[in-house]
Structures are given as structure tokens and as C-alpha cells.
């Protein structure tokens, strides 16, 4: 197994239970998506998985290692073989395209190259690959902000490749997309997965997307997992399970 959650409890200071002894396992290779009401636990157990915030109780295993209360050196190194990539897609904006893409590297070069953003020709040519892989090679020398947002978020998660991750995590990379846009964003995700071979784990909501590119879904409810299984097998009463009896379901083409 690349990752392995178990019985995870997080509890924020506020008092509120995120997440209720969530436990499941990801294979290398896998494309998992998790759906879910707003929340109910998907970005809470996505920052559990990458240690941006730490969990009240459980473990989290990658490549068979107990992360969960890592820290320093040890952290940053299981930190530079998961990429993330966010609703928000966090670029900057007066900079090129090429030049966000080489930020995902930063956290390996040393503290004198990062602060001069000084960058060999191999990461350079590694850059282009990943744009190339995004298929906006054509754009690497644009500021970021002159491009729309179906095209931002290629960035992102080409900057995200710059780490040559195992696991890419992804939450909610389509929120703020037009569909026609949504289905491009996702079918770079599902490039990475089938070509790179890079395990992918989504937090989506539009169930047609899901049942797309989805090989396994995990539905939350209230901190919990109430669903574990193909998407193809989420029918309208499992739909309405997840979602609320008066939930109707839009579809993404």
C-alpha cells in the first residue's frame, strides 16, 4: 500500500469533530475520489494526509512509514513526494508561468539558490516537461495572471510535478471552473495517474466527473465513511444517502 489511514480523529479548537475514526488504504496507482457535502471532512483529511495540520488521534502511513508525527528533516522529505494542488490555485500572479512552475522545486534547492530563485538547465528542462505534460507549453513565458482559470490550475498542477511526487493529492481542483473546463483540469489528473503512474487522491463533487475518472470512491458524511466502492455502483439511493433526499444530481459533459 502507498497509504494507509487508520481510525483518524481530528478535532478542531472550536470543538468541532472534522473527522470520526476514518480509516481506509490506497494502492500505488490508484485513482481515489472522495465526495462529500461541504463539510464533511474532505480537505480536513487531505491536510491529516499531507501534515498541514495534525490529527487529534490515528495514523497516517505512507510507503509503509508512520507520518503522523513527524517532524523537520524527516517531514520535509515525505512532504517532497506528496504535491498538492487547491481549489485556490496560488500562483503568482506577475510572475511567468515557467517561473511558478520552477517554485515547486524550491523546497530542494539551498536557502542561497531559493532566495536568488537560481535554477540549472536540467531543472529548467524539467519545467518545461511537466508544462508540456499540462499541454501549455506555449504559455511558459506569460505572466501567470494573463491566463484563464482552467489554465492556472494546469499550472498549479504542473508545479506540483516539480516534486516528482508518489501521491498527488487534490482538493477540490474544479470548484471554481466552468464544466467544459472542469473535464480538461480533470483529464490532466487522469493523464498523470495512467501515464506517470503518480496515485491520485481527489476531493470532488459533481458525481459524472466521479464516475469519469474515479477508479474507487470513499463518500464522507459528517466526519465519517458512509460509502467504499466502484463509482459506477452509486446509484440514486446511494446518491441520496450521501447527499440529502432532496439533492439533485448536475451533471458535467
Known amino acids: 500500500m502507498i497509504l494507509e489511514v487508520k481510525k483518524l480523529h481530528k478535532i478542531y479548537n472550536n470543538g468541532t469533530h472534522a473527522l470520526k475514526g476514518i480509516s481506509f488504504s490506497v494502492q500505488p496507482g490508484?485513482?481515489?475520489?472522495?465526495?462529500?457535502?461541504?463539510?464533511?471532512?474532505k480537505s480536513t483529511l487531505l491536510r491529516c494526509i499531507n501534515r498541514l495540520i495534525e490529527p487529534t488521534s490515528g495514523t497516517v502511513s505512507f510507503l509503509g512509514k508512520n507520518i503522523t508525527h513527524i517532524r523537520g528533516?524527516?517531514?520535509?522529505?515525505?512532504k517532497s513526494q506528496i504535491g498538492?494542488?487547491?481549489?485556490?490555485?496560488n500562483l503568482i500572479k506577475r510572475r511567468s508561468v515557467l517561473t511558478n512552475?520552477?517554485?515547486?522545486?524550491?523546497?530542494?534547492l539551498s536557502t542561497f539558490n531559493s532566495i536568488l530563485e537560481r535554477?540549472?538547465?536540467?531543472?529548467i528542462d524539467e519545467a518545461n516537461r511537466n508544462l508540456e505534460t499540462v499541454g501549455i507549453t506555449e504559455k511558459a513565458k506569460l505572466r501567470a495572471d494573463s491566463l484563464s482559470g482552467g489554465q492556472q490550475q494546469r499550472v498549479a498542477i504542473a508545479r506540483s510535478l516539480m516534486q516528482n511526487p508518489k501521491l498527488l493529492l487534490a482538493d477540490e481542483?474544479?470548484?471554481?471552473?466552468?464544466?467544459a473546463t472542469s473535464n480538461s483540469v480533470m483529464h490532466y489528473f487522469e493523464k498523470i495517474?495512467?501515464?506517470?503512474?503518480?496515485t491520485v487522491i481527489c476531493n470532488l463533487h459533481f458525481l459524472s466527473l466521479v464516475r469519469k475518472y474515479a477508479t474507487r470512491v470513499i463518500a464522507l458524511k459528517a466526519g465519517e465513511i458512509i460509502y467504499e466502492g466502484l463509482p459506477g455502483e452509486i446509484d440514486e439511493t446511494w446518491f441520496r444517502t450521501i447527499y440529502g433526499?432532496?439533492?439533485?444530481?448536475?451533471e458535467i459533459r
Open 30 to 41: 490508484e485513482f481515489l475520489v472522495i465526495i462529500g457535502l461541504s463539510g464533511s471532512g
Open 73 to 78: 528533516e524527516e517531514l520535509r522529505k515525505v
Open 84 to 89: 498538492m494542488v487547491f481549489q485556490q490555485f
Open 101 to 108: 512552475v520552477l517554485s515547486g522545486k524550491l523546497g530542494t
Open 119 to 123: 535554477f540549472d538547465k536540467q531543472t
Open 173 to 179: 481542483p474544479v470548484a471554481s471552473l466552468d464544466p
Open 193 to 198: 495517474n495512467k501515464d506517470l503512474g503518480t
Open 245 to 250: 433526499e432532496e439533492a439533485e444530481e448536475v
